[in-house]
């Protein structure tokens, strides 16, 4: 939904950034490999010590570089492939540090297993929800449906929630992470349904064709 509604507004946003450090030959590589360090520096930094407040602040201010590469490719006309390998495999690394970071610290001193184990299970969904995306398309099938919660979604629940919780806000931080993993899990079925639906289609229209990409896992 975010990814649909919001992105527009973003990208007019952030187009003056991304026109300026086009400008000054930063490359859109940089922004993403320099942003995906900095959500990673600024969740291990802050999160495994409980200071929520300024993490997210840290982790907000490197995370909109998700939203400026791209614009920086298109700007210079070279959106490549390898470009959008490196920036959706990145987007997993980041994910992975906040959660994990949060993980860390409830596991810890926050003393809380409940939330451990609820910050590790929207970790995994999370990275199976992209999982179930990049599968479908390595495959050559479309995975039409977004889903409930997308990264988006993910990355604006948790930190805002994280935020507030760093401010003192109660029961935020658990609300929003019961969120997270009951829409990721939703998520997760619609997207592999969209795919089971596609891949029917497909094999109405030429049937018995062999299994593609099946190299993978
Ligand atoms: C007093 C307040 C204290 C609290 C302070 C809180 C501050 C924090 C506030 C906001 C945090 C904002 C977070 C920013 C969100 C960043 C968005 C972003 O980068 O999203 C990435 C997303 C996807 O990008 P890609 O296309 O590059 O990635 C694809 C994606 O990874 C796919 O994964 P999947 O979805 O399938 O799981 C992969 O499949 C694919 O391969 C990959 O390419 O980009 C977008 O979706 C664009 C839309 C961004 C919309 C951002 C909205 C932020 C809006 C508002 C936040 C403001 C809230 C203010 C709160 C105040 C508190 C009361
Ligand atoms: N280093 C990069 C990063 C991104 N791209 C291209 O942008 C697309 C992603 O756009 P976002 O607005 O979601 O960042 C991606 O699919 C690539 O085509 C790039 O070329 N190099
Ligand atoms: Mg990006
Ligand atoms: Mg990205």
């Given at each position: 939904?975010?990814?649909?509604?919001?992105?527009?507004?973003?990208?007019?946003?952030?187009?003056?950034?991304?026109?300026?450090?086009?400008?000054?030959?930063?490359?859109p590589?940089?922004?993403?490999?320099l942003?995906?360090?900095?959500?990673?520096?600024?969740?291990?930094?802050?999160?495994?010590?409980?200071h929520?407040?300024?993490?997210?602040?840290?982790?907000?201010?490197?995370?909109?570089?998700?939203?400026?590469?791209?614009?920086?490719?298109?700007?210079?006309?070279?959106?490549?492939?390898?470009?959008?390998?490196?920036?959706?495999?990145?987007?997993?690394?980041?994910?992975?540090?906040?959660?994990?970071?949060?993980?860390?610290?409830?596991?810890?001193?926050?003393?809380?297993?409940?939330?451990?184990?609820?910050?590790?299970?929207?970790?995994?969904?999370?990275?199976?929800?992209?999982?179930?995306?990049?599968?479908?398309?390595?495959?050559?099938?479309?995975?039409?449906?977004?889903?409930?919660?997308?990264?988006?979604?993910?990355?604006?629940?948790?930190?805002?929630?994280?935020?507030?919780?760093?401010?003192?806000?109660?029961?935020?931080?658990?609300?929003?992470?019961?969120?997270?993993a009951?829409?990721?899990?939703?998520?997760?079925?619609q997207?592999?349904?969209?795919?089971?639906?596609?891949?029917?289609?497909?094999?109405?229209?030429?049937?018995?064709?062999?299994?593609?990409?099946?190299?993978?896992?």
């Amino acid at each position: 939904m975010l990814n649909k509604y919001a992105r527009a507004f973003f990208t007019r946003v952030l187009n003056p950034f991304a026109s300026f450090l086009v400008r000054k030959g930063v490359s859109p590589d940089t922004v993403t490999l320099l942003g995906t360090l900095g959500v990673v520096v600024g969740a291990l930094i802050f999160f495994p010590f409980g200071h929520f407040f300024v993490g997210t602040l840290v982790i907000t201010a490197f995370i909109f570089s998700d939203l400026v590469d791209g614009n920086m490719a298109r700007q210079i006309g070279k959106s490549t492939k390898w470009g959008a390998f490196l920036d959706s495999t990145l987007d997993r690394v980041a994910d992975a540090a906040i959660f994990g970071a949060l993980a860390v610290w409830f596991a810890g001193d926050g003393d809380n297993l409940r939330l451990a184990v609820l910050c590790v299970f929207c970790l995994a969904s999370g990275q199976v929800v992209s999982y179930t995306k990049a599968r479908a398309e390595s495959l050559g099938l479309k995975c039409d449906v977004s889903g409930l919660v997308e990264r988006a979604e993910r990355l604006v629940g948790v930190l805002v929630a994280t935020g507030l919780s760093g401010l003192g806000v109660p029961w935020i931080q658990e609300i929003a992470l019961w969120g997270i993993a009951v829409g990721s899990f939703v998520t997760i079925f619609q997207r592999m349904l969209a795919v089971r639906k596609e891949a029917d289609g497909l094999e109405m229209t030429r049937p018995g064709s062999a299994p593609e990409g099946g190299g993978a896992a």
